[in-house]
């Protein structure tokens, strides 16, 4: 292939239109001239083009770029904005640290200001176990439910969150379930008695002399911490044992897994890590999931 | 044709068509030199626009289309300030689209956000009702009723009285920079970007209350918004009605694109006798027709044609089918006494006929034209038929996905939903809402105290939107399959009035 610039302004002789002078193996190019419109609007973009590598940051070097004489950084433009949103709710964030946890349920604004603030930390620092929406998973308990091992209350859920559940905290909320099997507290044959009983709390099918039997080393040995009747205890966050809800599950293996190594789970405290005021946002948020009491 | 294959004037007028004082010519018939701009079989991929100075002709489509405009352009003008009564919470503007309160008012009716079907279906009987106009008379919208054929001919208008009919306007273009040409064109900018202003001034009261807002044009205290819509307006009148003018319909509009695809043979449209005018030529006054076509070759239809073309080529895109040509093709036939419409408003059928000497009967009534009324009457009833029992409340029913449903502690299912209703009467109205489909089931609204009902009363003020959070729960037992059908049933007791909504309550599988 070859080709050949030609200086002379040549024309076809068909068309009668002038060639660019460009040919390829004999073919030649026919100039066809853009109109004038679509010319300048070209000319328009490239004087576009240079006044913006003046103003802007435009060009990439060994260890930089060139900055433009505007100055203008988007990092710089984006914290601007991130500093502009939070003047903006200053009047929300001071309020919220201000005022009790009722008077923000009680204040649509802040109420409002609160749960939006709560999904956002929520979703950043809880969903990971409880779920989004606090739906749960095994062994992180559900928040929407009606059921609470430490409490319901918009003051409970606060110390929750902010001291944490055997997280190291001074005000840590403290319980150990003793391992009965692991431990040899309980015979073999006493812990699946028990488990039993725990299962008839429920309605669950059982074997009715074992879960006799197995009453007796409940009132001995769980009664204590989990109530006569199963109901649990939320001082010590004992959960109530006669209800559907089950941390680990309500199958017998599991709960006879429970009795004999004990589950002691853990939630960070969250002083500290997150402000005082998304503490009591998510404290808002969690409350209003459809458990909050 | 020059090298670039663009039309010549000059060159056209040098070539041999004679001019106007031309000796053994008609002397009551003045000739043009214009040119069409579709001449001549080879164009540049970008021809340059040749500018078209539309002459001014008399005659019935002349006056029809002075009638359009004035009934148009007094619509447009005059609407946004009927008042009609609507009580004291709403707005009095008989047409009025208000974007702040997401509310649109049509006389008696009043349209809310969700409801912009009714628009889609304006639109389908728009386009229904074109295609319908069309097939019968060809492109009459284009020619008489389109903002850009009304707005054109005004500035037209405004061009003519300023600086004179087409050979004064082109002399006035070829002049230098005289002080006639100059107070002329500038007193003519002038006049349009007036005329400009008030098209974009009068678009913004469809959107504002038309009393306060004008004022407040005046004195600088309406928003932005209004501002900025007058602006636009102002520009795209001036540009298009003023600069662009027949470039919008062969180069910018889809209309004319397709428009082969609504006429047919027994399609009104404007065309050329070629059967009586051909051949054509220029008569010496008092001489013999014989042998020879009516078509005297005066170029006064082309002369006149706003888009610059010459009809006797036959049907094409740049028609606007406006009939200005047929008006001055009559002036010429009543000045050389020969019959009248030999440009014409007639169907290619019944030319054929009339070629063969044989007159015909306009067949309106075809197959075509019927299936468009019948499709005309079908949405035309379809809306009219919604709009008459549309429902003045709804129901937005939003099933939470997170968590999808809750195990309580009695083991029920508890189901979260968020409930929209809204209230499109202007008046407070009491509403239940209750459960269909679910054993057992038992609702409660977030945030308000008592639960536990199997019947949930709202109230919901007049003309409002009301948010609430409601759970439903239900046993275990109720739900088959991880997820039951239910419906919400609302009713209005005063009113006899309500809503069935379907929706899903879900629960652990099986």
């Known amino acids: 292939m070859e080709s050949v610039m030609v200086t002379k302004v040549e024309k076809d002789e068909i068309t009668g239109q002038s060639t660019t002078g460009h040919e390829w193996d004999g073919i030649k190019e026919l100039n066809t001239p853009l109109p004038k419109w679509w010319v300048y609007t070209f000319y328009a973009c490239i004087a576009f083009a240079i006044l913006w590598f003046v103003l802007y940051p435009a060009w990439p070097g060994v260890d930089g770029y060139t900055k433009g004489i505007l100055g203008y950084s988007q990092r710089e433009a984006v914290m601007e904005r991130v500093a502009e949103g939070h003047a903006a709710q200053a009047e929300y964030r001071t309020g919220i640290a201000a005022a009790d946890l009722a008077e923000i349920r009680a204040d649509p604004a802040l109420l409002n200001f609160a749960l939006a603030g709560g999904v956002a930390a929520f979703g950043d620092n809880c969903a990971t176990c409880h779920g989004g929406g606090g739906a749960g998973n095994v062994g992180y308990p559900t928040l929407a439910d009606d059921s609470w091992l430490w409490g319901g209350a918009l003051e409970d859920i606060h110390a929750t969150i902010n001291y944490g559940i055997r997280s190291g905290h001074d005000e840590e909320r403290y319980s150990e379930m003793p391992r009965f099997g692991a431990d040899e507290l309980l015979e073999p044959a006493q812990i699946d008695d028990v488990a039993e009983y725990v299962l008839s709390l429920t309605g669950q099918e059982t074997d009715k002399a074992a879960a006799e039997r197995g009453q007796e080393v409940f009132m001995d040995n769980c009664a204590a911490c989990h109530g006569e009747s199963g109901g649990g205890d939320r001082t010590q966050g004992a959960p109530a044992l006669n209800d559907q809800i089950w941390l680990y599950g309500g199958d017998k293996e599991t709960v006879t897994d429970v009795i004999r190594n004990a589950r002691r789970g853990v939630m960070p405290a969250w002083e500290g890590r997150l402000s005082p005021e998304t503490v009591k946002m998510l404290t808002i948020y969690v409350h209003a999931l459809g458990g909050g009491e | ?510």
């Open chain 2, 1 to 510: 044709m020059n090298g670039n294959g663009t039309v010549d004037l000059a060159g056209m007028a040098e070539q041999g068509g004679p001019g106007p004082n031309g000796p053994s010519l008609d002397r009551d018939v003045e000739v043009h030199d214009a040119v069409s701009t579709t001449a001549g079989g080879k164009q540049p991929l970008y021809a340059p626009r040749i500018k078209v100075y539309p002459k001014r002709v008399q005659g019935l489509f002349r006056r029809l289309k002075w009638i359009a405009l004035s009934v148009l352009l007094g619509i447009y003008y005059i609407v946004p300030w009927l008042r009609w009564d609507r009580g004291p919470l709403s707005p009095d503007q008989a047409v009025l689209i208000d974007m702040p309160a997401r509310r649109a008012y049509f006389l008696w009716i009043e349209i809310w956000p969700q409801e912009v079907y009714y628009i889609t279906g304006l639109l389908i009987l728009a386009a229904l009702g074109l295609f319908f106009v069309t097939s019968l008379f060809g492109r009459v919208w284009c020619g008489f009723a389109c903002p850009q054929t009304v707005w054109s001919d005004l500035y037209l208008l405004v061009e003519r009285w300023i600086e004179g009919d087409r050979n004064k306007r082109m002399r006035l273009d070829k002049s230098g920079f005289t002080l006639d040409r100059i107070w002329r064109k500038s007193l003519k900018h002038l006049v349009w970007l007036a005329i400009a202003a008030a098209t974009g001034g009068a678009w913004v009261l469809y959107f504002n209350d038309a009393p306060t807002v004008v004022p407040a044009i005046f004195t600088g205290e309406a928003g932005l918004k209004v501002y900025l819509f007058i602006g636009l307006f102002t520009a795209m009148t001036y540009v298009l009605a003023g600069w662009a003018r027949e470039q919008v319909c062969t180069y910018m509009c889809p209309w004319p694109r397709f428009q082969s695809a609504m006429l047919d043979e027994d399609t009104m449209i404007v065309t050329y006798e070629t059967w009586r005018g051909e051949s054509r030529g220029r008569h010496k006054k008092g001489g013999s027709w014989e042998g020879r076509g009516d078509c005297v070759d005066c170029n006064s239809c082309v002369a006149a044609c706003p888009t610059g073309i010459d009809i006797r080529d036959g049907n094409q895109l740049e028609c606007i089918g406006c009939g200005l040509c047929i008006d001055a093709c009559n002036e010429i036939m009543d000045k050389v006494d020969r019959p009248r419409e030999l440009i014409t408003y007639d169907t290619v059928t019944r030319q054929n006929a009339r070629a063969a000497g044989d007159p015909m009967r306009l067949r309106l009534i075809r197959p075509r034209t019927i299936f468009y009324v019948v499709l005309l009457i079908v949405v035309g009833a379809a809306m009219l038929f919604s709009l008459s029992t549309r429902s003045t409340l709804d129901v937005n029913v939003l099933h939470d996905r997170n968590p999808v449903f809750v195990t309580l502690s009695d083991g029920r299912i508890r189901n979260g939903y968020t409930f929209k209703i809204l209230n499109m009467l202007r008046e407070e109205r009491d509403l239940v809402l209750s459960i269909e489909g679910l054993d057992g089931a038992t609702m409660s609204v977030v945030g308000v105290d008592g639960g536990g009902l199997e019947v949930l009363p709202f109230t919901v003020g007049p003309d409002q939107v009301i948010t609430h959070k409601i759970y439903l729960a239900a046993p275990r037992a109720s739900i088959s399959d991880g997820a039951e059908d239910i419906v919400f049933v609302l009713e209005d007791l005063n009113a006899e009035e309500g809503g069935r909504f379907d929706n899903v309550f879900r629960g652990p599988e099986r």
